[in-house]
């Protein structure tokens, strides 16, 4: 199993605002970073008992960016396993699409059904904090996981990886298979997705350095974690762009459409493609040559870690204040960290060498 180069912390986030957002509307990197002056949703007088042992029964909603993403059914049965080892009761609701505003109503049904806790991964850092507030209000744990909310709007958030390591290390692995030299284009999931608006900022930065002045990021396409809709964008970035050198899609849905439609074109190999994916959705494109390399942390993992902090959560083992630790189950150990952020650990990179040894 490879992993990539370690997690180096700077203090980018400062610098992001500055930066332009990606977004083609509604909330952006500048609105999300500054958000991080204002504390995550910890209840300032609450105070964590780490001792305190994991309540029996805790009914834990999962509520992923849509239901129909095999990258969501992964990581919610993972969250749902998790559920069942800690005797609670897991499962998934959501909508089937990932705009901005279609997790609402299921938060809002979700409060009224008396659930211990929220998983969710939000499709828009604000437009479902104000039903989140509601939820915490009525004594209902909020984690995000996956895609984060605005950090009033729940009290931990899981992230997968490093955002900065994601964002970086998917410019160096296409970087290196063109060489440094080309026109590049980024397929992301829908505009205002947190996580591919986070890590589109950290290509960006990375894309600054001198080592890149023969790269140019030419256009970030948005396929709406539709598969149809990504196929149909990667489509017209090839006609928009006849010199594309590459892609970068940093999501599941994009990666496997953008691979679909390459893989039965001229561009077939030539037009390199790397980003975020899950190795059964993309074995094959790797062994036709399609795709080098691609990175993604273990979903089932991501959905486990954030189940376990939602029982922790609501058995007061935690509050989401920095320092405070938990235990998840086979994982072990987690402790949260700045701003309320929780880390599962490192991607792996998957290639024609290691692509066989992972079923997910
Ligand atoms: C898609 C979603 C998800 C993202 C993965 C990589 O499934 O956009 O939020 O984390 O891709």
Redesign the pocket.
């Known amino acids: 199993m490879t992993t990539r180069s370690p997690w180096r912390p700077v203090a980018l986030l400062a610098g992001l605002v500055l930066l332009t957002a990606a977004c083609g509307g509604g909330t952006t990197r500048s609105d999300v970073a500054a958000q991080q002056s204002s504390a995550p949703a910890t209840a300032a007088s609450a105070s964590a008992n780490p001792n305190a042992p994991l309540k029996q029964g805790l009914k834990i909603a999962f509520l992923p ?1 849509q239901v129909n ?1 095999p ?2 059914t992964i990581a919610d049965e993972g969250g749902i396993t998790a559920a069942k080892e800690f005797g609670g009761e897991g499962k998934e609701v959501g909508p089937s699409d ?1 705009s901005a505003s279609s997790q609402v109503s299921y938060i809002n049904t979700l409060i009224q059904q008396r659930q211990d806790a929220i998983v969710i ?1 939000a499709n828009d850092p604000n437009a479902v904090v104000p039903a989140l507030k509601q939820a915490m209000a009525a004594g209902v744990k909020v984690v995000s996981f ?2 984060d909310t605005a950090p009033d709007g729940r009290h931990v958030f899981v992230n ?1 990886a490093g955002a900065e390591d994601l964002g970086r290390t998917q410019v160096q692995l296409l970087a290196e298979q063109l060489g440094h030299k080309g026109k590049i284009a980024v397929l992301s ?1 829908t505009p205002n ?1 947190t ?2 608006n986070t890590w589109i900022e950290f290509m960006k930065d990375e894309l600054s350095k001198p080592e890149y002045k023969d790269m140019e990021l030419v256009k970030v396409a948005y396929g709406n ?1 539709d598969d149809q809709k990504s196929f149909t964008e990667t489509q017209g970035l090839l006609r928009s762009y006849p010199d594309l050198a590459g892609i970068i899609s ?5 990666i496997a459409a953008a691979a679909r439609y390459l893989s039965e074109s001229p561009s077939k190999g030539k037009v390199k493609l790397t980003g ?2 899950t190795p059964n959705q993309l074995r094959k494109f790797v062994k036709d040559g399609t795709i080098e390399a691609f990175e ?1 942390w273990n979903p089932a993992d991501l959905g486990y870690l954030a189940s376990y902090a939602a029982a922790a959560l609501a058995s007061g083992q935690i509050t989401g204040a920095e320092g405070e630790k938990f235990k998840a189950g086979k994982l072990g150990e987690y402790t949260v960290g700045a701003n309320g952020e929780v880390l599962l650990g490192k991607p792996t990179v998957f290639n024609k060498d290691n692509i066989d040894d992972f079923d997910f």
Request: no cysteine; hydrophobic share 35%.
């Open positions: 960016k993403n990258y969501f990932a991964a996956d895609s997968q999931a997705a996580n591919q974690d940093p999501t599941t849905v994009g975020l994916g993604l």
